[in-house]
């Protein structure tokens, strides 16, 4: 079966703080893997989003990785700011244009100034 | 400006009357999602439809019903079968053209039945 499994569901730190978040998906063979943000109460935005053959995507403070050989991708946020709170949620896509998202339960995040 | 559109943001409705939601996307996209969403539980996928007029359940199909008539337009009707119709349910879309088949989401919409 496949499963994406995010660890730990939830995280604080202290604001300017660099972190990672972590997913892992027991299917190595995916098609593409993106991660969300969501605040509460509102829908997912997209962040980045990493095809197979990728190793990492940038977009600001922000940096995902790929490993399919372990079934891991990280996000990494850089000097972390209490506006980077919420929930990040990891999905995998393994069937390109006619796959479905398979998503992690997500890591809620807490930034403290 | 282009988007997913969902309506209302939030809904309440009496145990045993069926609901519909509304989603609506300017994105020109062909697929089109629905998902619910439970504290602690994730998205699951309820509904899909890769192209107009076709549609196929997904993991919790039971209770719902959705229609695809237009290219734009992907309604999800919450019927009295749906045994805990309470949750926020997303709607997403995305092109079946482009490599990445990047998914984007609605603002959701939050259901209480009671």
């Known amino acids: 079966k496949q499963e994406v499994t995010q660890i730990p569901a939830a995280l604080s730190v202290p604001e300017g703080e660099n972190l990672v978040l972590n997913c892992s998906f027991t299917d190595s063979a995916i098609y593409n893997l993106q991660w969300f943000r969501q605040d509460p109460g509102k829908g997912l935005t997209s962040l980045l989003l990493?095809?197979?053959?990728?190793r990492e995507q940038t977009s600001g403070r922000l940096n995902a990785s790929l490993d399919k050989s372990s079934g891991r991708s990280t996000l990494y946020i850089a000097a972390s700011q209490p506006g980077d709170s919420a929930t990040y949620l990891c999905?995998?896509?393994?069937?390109?244009?006619?796959?479905?998202?398979?998503f992690g339960k997500g890591t809620k995040l807490s930034v403290k100034p | 400006d282009g988007g997913i559109t969902q309506s209302p943001k939030y809904l309440f409705r009496k145990e045993g009357q069926n609901v519909t939601l509304s989603c609506e996307q300017n994105?020109?996209?062909?697929?089109m999602y629905w998902y619910r969403q439970d504290p602690g539980q994730g998205l699951r996928l309820i509904y899909y439809s890769q192209i107009v007029n076709d549609f196929q359940k997904g993991d919790i199909a039971e209770g719902y019903s959705v229609s695809r008539e237009k290219k734009e337009s992907f309604p999800l009707t919450v019927t009295s079968a749906q045994k805990n119709p309470t949750a926020f349910y997303l709607c997403?879309?995305?092109?079946?053209?482009?490599?990445?088949?990047?998914?984007?989401f609605g603002p959701g919409t939050r259901l209480t039945v009671t």
């Open positions: 990493i095809q197979s053959s990728q």
């Open positions: 997403a879309s995305r092109s079946r053209d482009s490599v990445s088949y990047e998914q984007y």
């Open positions: 994105l020109n996209h062909d697929a």
């Open positions: 999905a995998v896509n393994y069937g390109g244009s006619q796959g479905n998202l398979i």
